[in-house]
């Protein structure tokens, strides 16, 4: 079972920035942001692939939060940027089954709460 350690989630004023990070203690795969709000379902958010192609699940974050990873140090990072008070949730990584980015997700972090707002 791969672990995985969310951290960086906090308040933030609209229109801010924050760092999300997430260690795995394997990340020979696709990694993923999830999040679930108050009341909601948890959605995908963004995938990058074990070689470092993107993809953006949601519309709304598009060009907003931008995903990267760091082999060597076998972990990922979530950078969001003119955050709204629609982006507070929790915010969870995920570990692909595959190196690619095939909606297929088998571990997941304890999640890390985001909270937006003046």
């Known amino acids: 079972q791969v672990q995985l350690v969310e951290t960086g989630g906090g308040v933030v004023q609209p229109g801010g920035s924050l760092r999300l990070s997430c260690a795995a203690s394997?990340?020979?795969?696709?990694m993923a942001w999830f999040r679930q709000a108050p009341g909601k379902e948890r959605e995908g958010v963004i995938c990058i692939s074990f070689n470092g192609g993107t993809t953006t699940y949601l519309d709304s974050v598009k060009g907003r939060f931008f995903i990267s990873r760091d082999n060597a140090k076998k972990s990922v990072y979530l950078q969001m940027e003119s955050l709204n008070v629609e982006d507070t949730a929790v915010y969870y990584c995920a570990k692909g089954r595959t190196i690619d980015c095939d909606h297929t997700y088998d571990s997941w972090g304890q999640g890390t709460q985001v909270t937006v707002s003046s």
């Open positions: 394997d990340s020979r795969y696709a």
